[in-house]
T-cell receptor
Framework: AQSVTQLGSHVSVSEGALVLLRCNYSSSVPPYLFWYVQYPNQGLQLLLKYTSAATLVKGINGFEAEFKKSETSFHLTKPSAHMSDAAEYFCAVKAGGGNKLTFGTGTQLKVEL | SAVISQKPSRDICQRGTSLTIQCQVD?????MFWYRQQPGQSLTLIAT?????????ESGFVIDKFPISRPNLTFSTLTVSNMSPEDSSIYLCSVTGEGGPTGELFFGEGSRLTVL
């Protein structure tokens, strides 16, 4: 069975500062990894995904994530935070050839002036 | 990408009643998924709905409580039966994108239920 752990349920950064949201996965087979963002009162929107093509994945809105097998991590980063980045971010994993997506517990990002 | 519409977007329900949530997709899809997001928590898969077969439920979810219909390749419904305040959640419909196992899920905007 696969799982993801997101460290830090709440992260606060200043506008213009680096954003780092942590995600570690557990999977007995090569995983596919995803980051989603959820703005208030909205559904989930895909930010980026890792499907084994390249370890550094670039997504929308300036976000990127790096797959590190040795560390079983897929942390999400953005060089400079913007107020509009304030939202909840979910890491998710899919493994074993199935379509089931397992989500982490989420990280609420707050961006302060 | 797929465009997913859910109805209702939100509702306030009385304890003991049932509510049916509709999910309409703008393209034909094989698999549809229903997730629950309880307040302040992550998403939990309730069941997978394939057209022409019974839904497959995850551990902790049963058909009597969450009956699902999948009459065609663009539509599904989820009923929350005999509701209690613990059922207050956002219920999300999702479908797979192209790419098979590597494809992402697309989500509707969710149906926010409050049970009094």
């Amino acid at each position: 069975a696969q799982s993801v752990t997101q460290l830090g349920s709440h992260v606060s950064v200043s506008e213009g500062a680096l954003v780092l949201l942590r995600c570690n996965y557990s999977s007995s087979v090569p995983p596919y990894l995803f980051w989603y963002v959820q703005y208030p009162n909205q559904g989930l929107q895909l930010l980026l995904k890792y499907t084994s093509a390249a370890t550094l994945v670039k997504g929308i809105n300036g976000f990127e994530a790096e797959f590190k097998k040795s560390e079983t991590s897929f942390h999400l980063t953005k060089p400079s935070a913007h107020m509009s980045d304030a939202a909840e971010y979910f890491c998710a994993v899919k493994a074993g050839g199935g379509n089931k997506l397992t989500f982490g517990t989420g990280t609420q990002l707050k961006v302060e002036l | 990408s797929a465009v997913i519409s859910q109805k209702p977007s939100r509702d306030i329900c009385q304890r003991g009643t049932s509510l049916t949530i509709q999910c309409q997709v703008d393209s034909q899809v094989t698999m549809m998924f229903w997730y629950r997001q309880q307040p302040g928590q992550s998403l939990t898969l309730i069941a997978t709905a394939n057209q022409g077969s019974e839904a497959t439920y995850e551990s902790g979810f049963v058909i009597d409580k969450f009956p699902i219909s999948r009459p065609n390749l663009t539509f599904s419904t989820l009923t929350v039966s005999n509701m209690s305040p613990e059922d207050s959640s956002i219920y999300l419909c999702s479908v797979t994108g192209e790419g098979g196992p590597t494809g992402e899920l697309f989500f509707g905007e969710g149906s926010r239920l409050t049970v009094l």
